[in-house]
Every structure is written in structure tokens, then in C-alpha cells.
């Protein structure tokens, strides 16, 4: 009899993991982290910033310098590759050239010394499962972006993994394809239930995959949320300006985070104060972007002029602007409510 397994245990749980490649500062440094079963999870960050390495990690191509990974609650911290239960994808998929779709998808049980009869059977179920069945005998180049994906997956679960690892798996592709492939992506792991973590530096990427967005910033995590959450109430400054979408500011609360679609353009009032939710700026910028106007703006008040934080971006929608235009060099009053300011962490 086996016994039901807790509810609660997370897919992947990491401890105080810790890389150091030399003697200067980790590349992973004590991260703590939860996934949940069958989630989505995107580790996100700027080009350096430990995501490669953490995901290597957990696949077991590169070693643990201190703290554990546990995969359903088994520490697999120190087992070999091959033995952990995760399975990796890499960018551009990297598929044999040479091998039949079928033959790439079986490739890993070759390598076990699986006979060809029984390694054909179960590559080829998979290649059903992923609707590619009937190209089985394709090569890659023979096969659609799309098309290759789905090869690259089947590839990826013949090992049956329970967690699958992708590093930047659509960075190399041109923009339509990725945005296709990225839906695709997020449509077979539904409906394969797997919980996927996923390396990107593409915070829009991030938003559209994750159930589950993990901020990193030189070795260290800034924020994990939901999307929506870590859009909208990023806990630090370097998360708003990452993110995008937002102006760091400092008034007289404190420095905070505005969205910059939740900031209006008023004309100037008469004797206009400054306060923490409003103030005076010239307009230095105005650009068209179809749905909407952003504009570009510098402080005017006298109250923060001297803040470094002068740089102010507002997005108006196309036809506010179209109703109340503003010039360049033009002064205006901005404005927000009150709970459209965040405090932000320096
Ligand atoms: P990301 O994937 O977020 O771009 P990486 O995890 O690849 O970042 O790298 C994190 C840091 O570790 C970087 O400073 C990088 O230069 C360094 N690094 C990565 N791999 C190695 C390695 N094999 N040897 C030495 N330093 C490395
Ligand atoms: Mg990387």
C-alpha cells in the first residue's frame, strides 16, 4: 500500500542553494525556493544574474558548492543526471540533424542499450501524444518550428521526467515563431500536468508563461509571485525597473513605484503644489506607439528638482491624447491616486 503523498510537498525545493565558479561573489548565492507541482515557473533576471546556473544545477549538470535540491522531497542534490528525474530542453531544441524525428525522440533510450524495437515503440506513443505521429520519419529540417518543438518535448519526456528544465528555449527564434512556440509551450504543459521550470531573460516571456515568476539579481531572489503580482507590486526598485512599465520615484513619502499607465497628464493649475501624489513636469518627449502616446517627462517643481529621479514616462491612451494633446516643452500637472503608489525596497 502505498501512502497518499502530502499535499503540500512542492515539486522542487531548494535550501540555501549556494554555486561559487571561483573565489569572487557566488553565482548563486543561498537561494530558498519552493515549486509547486505542476506549475510553471519562470526564472527571470538579466544576463548574469545566476538563472543558467540554478537550472543546471537542479538537472545535475553542474555541481551544488553548498545547500540542497530536493525533487519530491527526495534530496537529489548529489545524484548523477541521469537518475534525478528531470529532463532538459535546450534553445533552438537541438535536435540531431541527421536522425528521423522518430530516432531523436528515442535517442536517450539507445544510449541505455534499449533495443530498437521497444525504444521505436515508445518514442513513437510519444510523438502520438504530441500530435506528430504521422512525421515520425521526418527530419528536422523537413519539420515546422512548431513541428520541431513538439519533436524537442516528446525528446525531452521519453526519460519521464517529473520536472522539465528549459534554458532560454526560445531566445534564438524569430519574434512570430516565438510567440507561437511560447503559447504551445504553455499549452502542453497544462495538459501534460508537469511542472516546468523555465530560464528567460524576457520579462514579457516570463508574464505570458508563468504561473510562477522568479526575480534573480546577481545570484540573489528579489521577488517570487505570480505575474500579476510582481507586475503590479514589485517589492524592490530593481524589480520595478526590470519589469518595466513603471516610474521610481521619490517623494515626500518615501521612494515608490507608479505605473506609468496610472499616472494622468493634467494642464498646469494655478499656484500648483507638489505632494506625494502629484507634481509639475515638462514635457521632453512625446511618442506615438499606436494604442497609445508615451510621453517622456523631466521634474519642473522646485520641491524635487534635485532628485536623481527626474525621468518620469506616461502612457496616454491614443485617444486621450487625440482629446488633450500636449507639446513639447510644455509644462503639466501629473497626478495618481494614492494606492497607485507602491513603497519600494533601494
Ligand atoms: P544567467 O543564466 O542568468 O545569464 P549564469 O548562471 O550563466 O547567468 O551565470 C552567473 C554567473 O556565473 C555569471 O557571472 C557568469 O559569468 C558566471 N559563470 C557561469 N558559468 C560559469 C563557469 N562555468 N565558470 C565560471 N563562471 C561562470
Ligand atoms: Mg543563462
Known sequence: MTLPEAPTSPAIELIALTKRYGTGAPAVDSINLRIERGSYCCLLGPSGCGKSTTLRMIAGHESATSGDILLEN???????????????????????????????????LKMKGVDKAQRHARAGELLERVAMGHLAERKPS????????????????????????????????????????????????????????????????????ADTMVVMNHGLIEQVGPPHTVYNRPVSEFVARFMGGHNVMDTPAGKVGVRTDQIAVLPLAQAATESATNRRAVITDVEYQGTYVLLGLQNAGAAISASTTAEISVMVSEAAFAAQPFALGEEVQLAWAPDAAHALAA
Open 74 to 108: 527526495r534530496n537529489i542534490t548529489d545524484l548523477p543526471a541521469a537518475s534525478r528525474g528531470t529532463a532538459m530542453m535546450f534553445q533552438s531544441f537541438a535536435l540531431f540533424p541527421h536522425l528521423s524525428a522518430l530516432d531523436n525522440v528515442a535517442f536517450s
Open 142 to 209: 523537413e519539420l515546422s518550428g512548431g513541428q520541431q518543438q513538439r519533436v524537442a518535448l516528446a525528446r525531452a519526456l521519453i526519460t519521464q521526467p517529473r520536472v522539465l528544465l528549459l534554458d532560454e528555449p526560445l531566445s534564438a527564434l524569430d519574434p512570430f515563431l516565438r510567440i507561437q512556440m511560447r503559447a504551445e509551450l504553455r499549452r502542453w504543459q497544462k495538459e501534460l500536468g508537469l511542472t516546468f521550470i523555465h530560464v528567460t531573460h524576457s520579462q514579457e516571456e516570463a508574464m505570458a508563461l
